[in-house]
């Protein structure tokens, strides 16, 4: 049984050691359709509906696809535009509208109306439009490609934080069940203290204190056990959100054997990994790439640009249908004299955003340093713990049965035997604790690492 999470602690379901979770969107769902019946799940099954359903995911997978039509709007520059507007035009114009109003005397024989029309014409043309060069569009583009490059690796750091978000409320509802398994057999342990308390307080060989102190044990246990059960229910619904199931589903955990032991892996060779290997460090690196092109072309912005228009086609008159070939060609040269300082400003602003992007990412790599060691530290601290707590177990349960062993012979009271109680609780407790911190820290590990969804198969596998 050495290892197993269903030896618990008393029934008030504390919260267990550990980082929190990333919450926000990723404690977050959209939910999927319901189950018939009780759904089973694994770590692996709950991490899988998680990388489907949850919000912080689906966020991000559309901020990929913004990105993606940013970059697009950038493009749009850079590339040729081609268009046809072919149209046809029926006009009769009123000359008086424009202040020609023509009266000539009777005796001259003619005059001009003052309506002209109607009269018909066609023009179809092909035109296009590009820019020939312009090194400032042409860095932004770069710059947009760069920041699509970092949505897309805040879309995989996202996943990693999914997988940390499930595991920690897979393992929190693991640990309050193992709570609710050790007050169940702390109430049958009060329960039986009882009875016999009772039975020598009736038989006159132990004094009443004895038999009220056995009863006030047994009410505080069926009180935790109480307070134990409704904490499954409350962690269950926070799992069922973070992986988006439907409201109301009943689910049933499996993994609840989950000590594996930890192969081990030297802290810098950790390192090597996280920094190769962390979606949000390479996201971070794109995004000082990003804003150096941006405040290049700031400066470029200073350079003159050329464009190229034209459009070919024919037009000609209606009824007679009779045409001619046009077309207009146009090279414009732009070159910038005075803006009103708007390119020093684009310039300070970019400046400011590269120096931002770069604090960040320095930050990042300190961030992950420490990430990585403290994983490490709580990994062995846990695992150490789970030893002596499993020993300390043993250790209660042992002073436990002298305790009543004792009582029914009538060298102690019931004190002694509450307080041993007491002791095989507190100790189940502490093996719940550690090996939750333990579980967790091997998940942290796993995201510290930069491998989110295999790190745990891996953690959670070695050894079997």
């Known amino acids: 049984m050495a290892g197993m999470i269903a030896f618990g602690a008393t029934g008030a379901a504390a ?3 550990g980082a929190p979770p990333p919450g926000g969107n990723f404690s977050g769902s959209v939910a999927g359709q319901p189950v018939s019946g009780l759904l089973s799940l694994s770590l692996q099954d709950a991490i899988a509906r998680g990388l489907k359903q949850n919000l912080g995911l689906l966020l991000s997978n559309s901020d990929v696809k913004s990105a993606g039509g940013q970059r697009w709007q950038a493009l749009a520059a850079i ?4 268009n046809a507007a072919p149209y046809l035009d029926t006009s009769q114009v009123s000359l008086t509208e424009f202040g020609f109003n023509f009266k000539f005397p009777p005796s001259l024989g003619f005059s001009i109306p003052s309506v002209v029309g109607p009269f018909s014409y066609y023009d179809t043309r092909v035109s296009l439009s590009d820019s020939a060069l312009d090194l400032s569009a042409l860095d932004k583009t770069h710059a947009a490609t760069e920041r699509l490059a970092s949505s897309r690796h805040t879309l995989q750091d996202a996943r990693d934080l999914v997988v940390l978000s499930v595991g920690y409320a897979y393992l929190q509802t693991i640990a309050a069940e193992a709570r609710v398994d050790t ?10 203290l009882y009875d016999q308390a009772n039975d020598q307080v009736n038989a006159g060989t132990s004094p009443q204190i004895d038999g009220l102190r056995a009863q006030v044990e047994l009410k505080t246990r069926q009180q935790q056990l109480i307070s134990a059960k409704n904490q499954v229910e409350i962690e269950k619904l926070t799992l069922a959100r973070t992986i988006g199931l439907a409201p109301g589903q009943q689910i049933e955990l499996t993994d609840k054997q989950l000590y ?5 892996i030297t802290v810098d060779e950790a390192l090597r990994q996280a920094y190769a290997n962390r979606s949000d460090f390479q996201a971070a690196q794109s995004d000082v790439r990003a804003a150096e092109l941006s405040l290049r072309a700031a400066h470029v912005e200073r350079i003159p640009t050329l464009s190229v228009n034209g459009d070919i086609g024919a037009a000609g008159s209606l009824p007679s249908g009779s045409a001619a070939n046009v077309y207009d060609i146009k090279a414009t040269l732009n070159i910038p004299i005075w803006n009103g300082n708007v390119i020093h400003g684009d310039i300070e602003v970019a400046d400011a955003q590269l120096q931002q992007s770069r604090d960040k990412l320095e930050n990042l790599r300190g961030e992950i340093d420490s990430d990585v060691r403290t994983a490490l530290l709580d990994i ?12 300390n177990i043993d250790l209660a349960e042992q002073t436990l049965t002298q305790s009543r062993d004792r009582f029914s012979a009538g060298v102690t009271d019931t004190v002694e035997v509450v307080q041993a109680e007491e002791a095989v609780a507190s100790a189940h407790e502490n093996y719940i604790s550690a090996l939750y911190s333990y579980n967790y820290s091997k998940i942290s590990l796993a995201r510290a690492l930069g491998a989110g969804e295999q790190g745990v198969k891996q953690y959670f596998n070695e050894g079997r």
């Open 183 to 192: 007050a169940q057999a702390q109430v049958q342990t009060a329960q039986a």
């Open 380 to 391: 062995q601290s846990a695992q150490d713990q789970v030893a002596v707590a499993q020993s």
């Open 15 to 17: 919260q267990d050691q």
């Open 79 to 82: 590339l040729p535009h081609f």
């Open 260 to 264: 594996t032991p930890f192969a081990g």
